[in-house]
């Protein structure tokens, strides 16, 4: 039941419920007329007898989405970017904006509201959720419609669990979401393929960007192959590659977070207090691993590649460290996605003749054709 009391020039309505915990506890609500106590009484009385009494809260959306994460990556077995990808939405794109707001208190348009100072907001404005000062160039590239609707989506499925565990009634999140950005992604043609390899002298761009024209391969893909991967003799002599695992350099406070299950290796540090490490996981998905058929000129390249790890292992035995990859600096350390990724970008640099994509562009150029 509820009450309704007088208390000055006010009305208070008065109710007894249980908490999440089974514990009873008793709460007052205010209002300034007769009328809106009675509207308020008889709601409560219904909600109470029908079952579908919202027990208060004051959670905000920061501490439920802080919750929500770390039980999502259990549940799911997120992989370590999945992980920091979310992270990265909520810290600084959402916490922000409504993280001190209460869960119970957001309504459809706060929700709203969020999207269009996120649609000026610049990329890389909050970093581990600090504001950052940016420079006037900087500023003037802002989030996209894709990262918009990323938003959309982790707010889209962490209220639904909201009203799940009983912290909202109803999702206050809108049914239309923001739309994507559509980009037409630039690619190479043969003939500028074959002319751009042509053209790269250093010979771990040249291997990682030759494997990529001919296996559409992605960047920690490429990073990610060993020797053991390379078969010269299948397919009648033709020569096949296997791909199934992919390099990446992650957050170590991700590590802390993730199911170590699809870590297949953790490199160690090369540099004392790094707060990253880099490491070898499954690929992305099953339909990911797949075996490749080499062209001849790929095949003597990778034999040619092989002699040259020996020779220089052969230098300096004692000094060089194996890191058992099929891309190794003359040292024998692993070479990371990002070398690949910054050697590509020097070379386009030196050779603007070349239509400039991203490296990913070698992936679709060989999808292409």
């Not at 996209?144 to 565990?165: D, K, P, R, Y």
């Not at 062209?295 to 058992?324: C, I, M, V």
């Not at 099929?326 to 590509?344: C, D, Q, S």
Request: hydrophobic share 35%; charged share 25%; net charge positive.
């Amino acid at each position: 039941m509820a009450y309704i009391t007088k208390r000055g020039s006010s009305y208070s309505v008065r109710y007894t419920y249980q908490d999440e915990h089974g514990k009873s506890c008793d709460k007052w609500e205010r209002f300034p007329t007769k009328e809106e106590a009675v509207k308020r009484q008889k709601q409560i009385e219904h909600e109470l007898a029908t079952g579908n009494f919202l027990i208060p809260s004051t959670v905000t959306v920061a501490e439920f989405l802080m919750d929500w994460l770390p039980k999502q990556c259990s549940k799911h077995k997120w992989a370590p970017k999945t992980y920091q990808s979310n992270l990265a939405l909520i810290q600084n794109l959402i916490i922000p904006y409504i993280g001190e707001m209460q869960m119970q208190k957001l309504r459809p348009y706060h929700i709203e509201a969020l999207y269009d100072p996120l649609s000026k907001t610049p990329c890389g404005q909050y970093v581990g959720g600090k504001r950052r000062d940016l420079s006037p160039k900087q500023q003037k590239r802002t989030l996209s419609g894709t990262t918009l609707h990323e938003v959309h989506q982790l707010l889209h499925n962490s209220f639904l669990l909201a009203v799940e565990w009983g912290i909202l009634i109803k999702s206050p999140v809108p049914v239309e979401a923001p739309k994507k950005t559509t980009q037409e992604r630039s690619i190479w043609e043969v003939e500028e393929m074959r002319a751009a390899l042509d053209s790269m002298e250093d010979p771990i761009l040249h291997l990682a960007v030759h494997l990529t024209l001919v296996g559409a391969l992605r960047e920690g893909e490429v990073a990610g192959l060993t020797p053991e991967d390379i078969d010269f003799d299948a397919a009648n002599g033709m020569g096949t590659f296997t791909v199934n695992r992919s390099m990446q350099r992650v957050q170590k406070d991700t590590l802390a977070q993730v199911d170590k299950g699809c870590i297949l290796r953790i490199f160690p540090d090369k540099l004392e207090g790094s707060k990253t490490s880099l490491i070898l996981k499954g690929t992305k998905t099953e339909a990911s691993c797949r075996t490749i058929f080499m062209t001849a000129a790929l095949r003597e390249e990778l034999k040619q590649w092989l002699e040259r790890l020996k020779q220089e292992e052969a230098l300096d035995p004692e000094r060089y460290r194996n890191s058992g990859m099929l891309l190794r600096l003359p040292n024998g350390l692993a070479v990371e996605p990002v070398l690949i990724r910054k050697k590509f970008l020097k070379w386009q640099d030196a050779h603007p003749e070349f239509p400039r994509i991203v490296f990913h562009g070698l992936r679709h150029s060989s999808a292409t054709y």
